[in-house]
C-alpha cells in the first residue's frame, strides 16, 4: 500500500521543514510528497528544492489558480500512489500517524477516507486544545457535517479511488475538506478514528482557524450550496 502525501504551501518557510522532516521519516521509497505552492514570495520554494535535489520522493508543482483549494486540488490531482494524506505547511506529524492510518485502511478496505484526532498547538508547539475532536463534536454523517463542519483537512486521507468523486473541487464550497468528508460520507465510506495523530500549529499566519467566524448569511448559503451540489455529484457518479 503506497502512500502519496498532497501538501499545499503558501509563504511557510518559518516552519515548513520541520512538517517535511516529520513527514519523509515515515515514508517509504515507494512513497511521495505532492507539493503545490500558490506563488509563495518567501523563501519556501528555495528550501522545497533543497529537499527535492536531495530526495527524489519530493515534487513540486506550481498552482495555476490561486487560493487554499484550488493549491489542494493541484495537488491532490497529482498524486499517483494508494492511499492520499492531506498536509499543511506549519504542521508536525506524530511518528505513528502513516503506519497507524494504514492499518485502519487494511483492517476496513470498504473505507475510503480516514480522520484521525489532532492535538491544536501554538507556534511553540504548547498544546492549546487537547482534542479537536472534542472541540468540535467531531463525528461522520452527512447531516451533521452540513449542519456543523467537523472534518479538518491536515487529519484526513483517503484512497486514490475517491479522487474521481471529489474532483473538481467545487469552488464555492466554503473548504475542500468540508467537502471531501461529506463526499465521502455520501458514500458512507468515511471513518473518524480515535487516535491523536498531528501537532496542528496555530499562529498570526495561519490561514484556517479551528473556529467557524463565518455570518449567519454566509452559513446559510454555504449549506445551501454544499448541499445542491453534493446532491448533484451523487446523482452524476452514481
Given at each position: 500500500m503506497k502512500v502519496s502525501v498532497a501538501m499545499a504551501t503558501y509563504n511557510g518557510e518559518k516552519y515548513i521543514e520541520q512538517q517535511i522532516d516529520s513527514i519523509l521519516m515515515q515514508l517509504g521509497s515507494d512513497d511521495e510528497l505532492i507539493i503545490s505552492d500558490d506563488h509563495s514570495s518567501d523563501g519556501t520554494i528555495a528550501i522545497i528544492d533543497r529537499y527535492i535535489k536531495n530526495d527524489p520522493r519530493v515534487k513540486l508543482f506550481m498552482n495555476e489558480e490561486s487560493g487554499v483549494t484550488s493549491n489542494f486540488e493541484n495537488a491532490i490531482k497529482r498524486t499517483q500512489n494508494d492511499i492520499i494524506f492531506l498536509s499543511d505547511q506549519d504542521d508536525v506529524w506524530k511518528p505513528e500517524k502513516v503506519s497507524t492510518i494504514k492499518?485502519?485502511?487494511?483492517?476496513?478496505?470498504?473505507?475510503?477516507?480516514?480522520?484521525?484526532?489532532?492535538?491544536?498547538?501554538?507556534?511553540?508547539?504548547?498544546?492549546?486544545?487537547?482534542?479537536?475532536?472534542?472541540?468540535?463534536?467531531?463525528?461522520?454523517?452527512?447531516?451533521?457535517?452540513?449542519?456543523?463542519?467537523?472534518?479538518?483537512?491536515?487529519?484526513?486521507?483517503?484512497?486514490?479511488?475517491?479522487?474521481?468523486?471529489?474532483?473538481?473541487?467545487?469552488?464555492?464550497?466554503?473548504?475542500?475538506?468540508?467537502?471531501?468528508?461529506?463526499?465521502?460520507d455520501m458514500n458512507k465510506s468515511a471513518l473518524l478514528i480515535p487516535e491523536n495523530l498531528i501537532y496542528y500549529r496555530r499562529h498570526d499566519a495561519t490561514v484556517t482557524s479551528v473556529e467557524n467566524t463565518s455570518s449567519l448569511k454566509e452559513k446559510i448559503l454555504w449549506r445551501f450550496q454544499i448541499s445542491s451540489l453534493l446532491l448533484k455529484s451523487y446523482l452524476n457518479k452514481k
Open positions: 492499518g485502519y485502511y487494511e483492517k476496513n478496505p470498504k473505507v475510503q477516507m480516514i480522520m484521525s484526532d489532532i492535538t491544536v498547538v501554538d507556534n511553540q508547539l504548547n498544546t492549546t486544545i487537547d482534542s479537536f475532536y472534542e472541540f468540535r463534536g467531531s463525528r461522520a454523517g452527512v447531516l451533521k457535517n452540513i449542519v456543523k463542519n467537523s472534518y479538518i483537512g491536515c487529519a484526513m486521507s483517503f484512497r486514490n479511488q475517491l479522487k474521481t468523486k471529489i474532483l473538481p473541487i467545487p469552488r464555492n464550497v466554503p473548504m475542500h475538506d468540508m467537502w471531501i468528508g461529506l463526499v465521502a
